[in-house]
């Protein structure tokens, strides 16, 4: 996770999911997380192990699809000048995940030590990640983009 003392990032530690409700709210959450109601998932997985999943959709698929997501947006997001994007909502499990990561990071900063670039919520525990051999926590995936577990990081 970007660490910053400035103002809150966008960017959040874990893998992630993005939901779409009715009226185009969208809510991120831990891919773990169950769906809110009546919502469809927007995020798949296209690569795995540097391979495709499956073959590339046609154009005129793709094409359609962007047509019916953009009909989909309030008429503020479509303007092409100031745009109002929609509003994003955050899973309470994620906010508490990365309040946690910042935690930890914030700690290390104070004792020293190095700082991992994200940890997996399933690592997390009260006092930390929690890890097979301690100092070596596992770093996250950021979005979900491959289905691949992440490697443990040596810390110098």
Same mark, same amino acid.
């Given at each position: 996770?970007? /660490?910053?003392?400035?103002?809150?990032?966008?960017?959040?530690?874990?893998?992630?999911?993005? /939901?779409?409700? %009715?009226?185009?709210?969208?809510?991120?959450?831990?891919?773990?997380?169950?769906?809110?109601?009546?919502?469809?998932?927007?995020?798949?997985?296209?690569?795995? =192990?540097?391979?495709?999943?499956?073959?590339?959709? %046609?154009?005129? !698929?793709?094409?359609?699809?962007? $047509?019916?997501?953009?009909?989909?947006?309030?008429?503020?997001?479509?303007?092409?000048?100031?745009?109002?994007?929609?509003?994003?909502?955050?899973? =309470? &499990?994620?906010?508490?995940?990365?309040?946690?990561?910042?935690?930890?990071? $914030?700690?290390?900063?104070?004792?020293?030590?190095?700082?991992? !670039?994200?940890? &997996? %919520?399933? &690592?997390?525990? %009260?006092?930390?990640?929690?890890? $097979?051999?301690? =100092?070596?926590?596992?770093?996250?995936?950021?979005?979900?983009?491959?289905?691949?577990?992440?490697?443990?990081?040596?810390?110098?």
């Amino acid at each position: 996770m970007p /660490y910053s003392s400035g103002p809150p990032l966008a960017v959040m530690p874990g893998a992630e999911q993005v /939901y779409r409700g %009715p009226g185009c709210t969208d809510t991120v959450a831990l891919r773990d997380d169950p769906a809110p109601e009546d919502t469809i998932p927007l995020l798949e997985t296209v690569m795995s =192990g540097g391979e495709r999943t499956a073959a590339r959709p %046609p154009l005129a !698929r793709a094409r359609a699809a962007f $047509e019916t997501d953009l009909a989909r947006l309030p008429a503020g997001a479509r303007r092409i000048n100031a745009p109002q994007p929609p509003a994003v909502a955050v899973s =309470g &499990r994620l906010r508490r995940h990365t309040g946690d990561v910042r935690r930890l990071i $914030e700690n290390r900063l104070r004792a020293g030590q190095p700082v991992p !670039r994200a940890v &997996r %919520p399933s &690592r997390m525990g %009260p006092d930390g990640p929690r890890t $097979e051999r301690p =100092g070596l926590p596992t770093v996250g995936a950021g979005p979900v983009v491959t289905d691949r577990p992440a490697d443990p990081v040596e810390e110098p």
